[in-house]
């Protein structure tokens, strides 16, 4: 390979960003999982790893976890190469999986422990932390309860207690909100961030677009490739194609049903159409004469329009537009 | 459980949200006569749930949450593996599967394994499969979990058409804020009891005042700053950002800017926005409880992150 050398030193660079990735790539047979990717995330910073369900997203964590290994490319955490110091990489880095990677036979606290001793912890210290993490978790009081009977909030904060049990630097979080409710999620937020502020450099997929507008720096994967990266601010000037029209109505399902049918028939050149929550996003080129015309249309199927706006794109509308550019 | 009463009309899509372990899937389970209930009466189109499951399941639909297809059967083999489970005829199957696969975008995957399908086309997949004995009635739990929110999407809009084509009944339970603002019902539960029953617009209705949103250069600081001032109903947060429930924005928007300045902290601007499912949700069933969770400034003053 002639890919640079990242990791000469075994000592982190304070210069260095804690995670940088160079021309990442991994094929399964003829399929690029993840084809020539490269970025570098600050440290402190949350950075929002986003993509459709397939992208590409967990292979990329994979590898820079060390778990499997890249067909070319090279990637450094902390100064650490994944493929070859995996062992001591892992000590500075936490994970948490997809589905809460947790033992359901074992309680909060024997839970805490395995993760504890798989990271070498100190009796004493495995001591303080299983206490502060059981506190942080809201389990004060359930010590013995077994972790099958422990409800989504509660399973998620004692993922990323285990997690960072041994006080990594650097933290991947795969979809850790993905089926909590809304106050949980708020909760982990909040506690993302207070990582950050502590310097921890915090990598985290999620599929809630308002998540992602939480992230200092997003990037965007589709079908294996970074097609957009930025902070959430920039993506929306650059990024977007087109312009948002919010839409207010009386039916909001069957107004998008209606522009839906315009656009397949190409009356008006409807970039997209779609519901978010009770208002309609339809996105218009450029050109801004259409904001009556699709008012007519909508007023004839007898649906009253209460609004009718020209908006600041959201991430999610971003997204959309820039995956579905990308893909054929 | 605990005396829940609740009914959905025909043609409804109704959502059931609420926090984690409120009882939103035991609901689902007692419908379909899968629990047994304590007291009190369940039923769907007039049959009882203990008494007749049989013709309960006959006549609905149901996506388990975390419902997984078989992953080594193709897209076809699943439908007329679900078809033979519920004893839909040959003839029926010939005519209704095509139809399914076609409402479903998968007319062009039928060879294609389930394990090899995307997340968004299994989830549409067992959506085709719980309609393949033609139900009046689907019950749905959590059926978009971990799927992206293009796919999301794609799947409240078969939803939609379910509703506008064959006035089909859905029952759905979601974590999901943005969907339950798609549903022309939302029952919120906590803790087993319904505590609010009735379209998403009533709902957001129900928490007072308007919204302000702003960005603190000082987090803590200007949260417990907001706390203490006239006007402030509700404060909220969001990542680096407050969400500040006033009395009156156009009053209080002045006010906030100014107490702020006093104190240093600077912001992005003040945004007076729109209060959506999510704000009403948390801002509902916060009233209900003080979180027994650490608090985050406290997890932080211990060093415990």
């Known amino acids: 390979m002639n890919q640079p050398n990242l990791v000469d030193n075994q000592d982190t660079n304070p210069t260095q960003p804690p995670i940088v990735v160079e021309g990442l790539t991994k094929s399964f047979g003829s399929f690029m999982a993840v084809d020539h990717i490269s970025f570098s995330v600050q440290a402190g910073d949350v950075f929002g790893w986003l993509g459709p369900n397939g992208a590409g997203k967990t292979t990329t964590i994979r590898m820079l976890l060390g778990l499997i290994k890249p067909t070319s490319g090279s990637a450094s955490v902390l100064g650490f190469d994944p493929v070859t110091q995996t062992k001591t990489m892992q000590a500075h880095v936490g994970y948490m999986s997809q589905q809460f990677t947790l033992y359901n036979e074992l309680t909060a606290r024997e839970n805490i422990q395995f993760y504890g001793k798989v990271y070498g912890l100190e009796r004493d210290e495995l001591k303080k932390r299983q206490d502060e993490i059981m506190q942080m978790a809201g389990l004060v009081g359930r010590e013995n309860v077994l972790t099958s009977q422990l409800s989504g909030g509660w399973k998620q904060r004692l993922a990323l207690g285990c997690a960072i049990v041994h006080r990594p630097r650097v933290v991947f979080l795969d979809e850790p909100t993905a089926g909590v409710d809304p106050i949980s999620r708020r909760d982990f937020w909040g506690l993302i961030y207070a990582m950050a502020k502590k310097g921890v450099t915090v990598l985290v997929t999620t599929h809630y677009m308002d998540e992602a507008e939480l992230c200092q720096r997003v990037g965007f994967i589709s079908q294996g490739r970074l097609v957009a990266m930025d902070s959430p601010s920039r993506l929306k000037q650059t990024q977007m194609h087109g312009q948002v029209l919010e839409i207010n109505s009386s039916d909001p399902e069957g107004g998008m049903r209606i522009l839906k049918a315009v656009q397949q028939q190409g009356q008006i050149p409807l970039l997209e159409v779609a519901l978010y929550g009770a208002q309609i996003h339809a996105v218009l080129p450029e050109a801004r004469e259409y904001k009556e015309a699709i008012r007519n249309i909508l007023l004839k199927k007898n649906i009253q329009v209460h609004s009718l706006e020209w908006i600041a794109p959201t991430l999610e509308d971003v997204f959309i537009s820039s995956v579905t550019t990308f893909s054929p | ?305």
């Open chain 2, 1 to 305: 459980m605990d005396h829940l009463s609740l009914q959905v009309r025909r043609g409804e899509t109704y959502g059931l949200i609420g926090p984690d372990g409120a009882g939103k899937t035991t609901t689902v389970r007692l419908l379909l006569g899968l629990l047994s209930r304590t007291e009190g009466k369940t039923g769907i189109l007039g049959f009882d749930s203990m008494n007749d499951p049989y013709e309960i399941r006959e006549r609905v639909g149901y996506i388990a949450q975390q419902f997984v297809l078989p992953a080594d059967l193709t897209v076809k083999e699943n439908m007329r593996f679900f078809a033979n489970m519920q004893g839909v005829t040959d003839e029926e199957q010939k005519k209704h599967i095509p139809e399914l696969l076609a409402f479903a975008g998968l007319a062009d995957f039928t060879g294609r394994l389930a394990g090899q399908l995307s997340g968004g086309m299994k989830k549409k997949l067992a959506l085709a499969c719980s309609l393949v004995h033609t139900p009046q009635v689907v019950l749905l739990d959590e059926p978009t979990l971990g799927v992206d929110p293009i796919s999301r999407r794609e799947f409240w809009n078969l939803l939609g058409n379910l509703r506008a084509e064959r006035g089909l009944t859905i029952f759905v339970c979601t974590p999901y804020m943005d969907e339950a603002e798609r549903c022309t019902q939302i029952g919120l539960i906590y803790e087993g009891k319904l505590i609010a029953n009735d379209t998403p617009n009533q709902i957001k209705h129900m928490v007072a005042g308007e919204l302000l949103e702003l960005r603190p250069s000082r987090f803590v600081p200007a949260q417990e700053l907001m706390n203490t001032l006239e006007g402030v109903l509700e404060v909220q947060t969001y990542g680096e950002k407050l969400h500040v429930f006033v009395d009156e924005a156009q009053r209080r928007k002045p006010q906030i800017e100014a107490v702020l300045a006093a104190q240093g902290i600077t912001h992005q601007g003040i945004r007076l926005i729109e209060i959506r499912m999510e704000e009403a949700f948390i801002s509902l069933i916060r009233r209900q409880t003080d979180a027994d969770v650490m608090s985050i400034t406290e997890t932080v003053s211990k060093g415990i992150i």
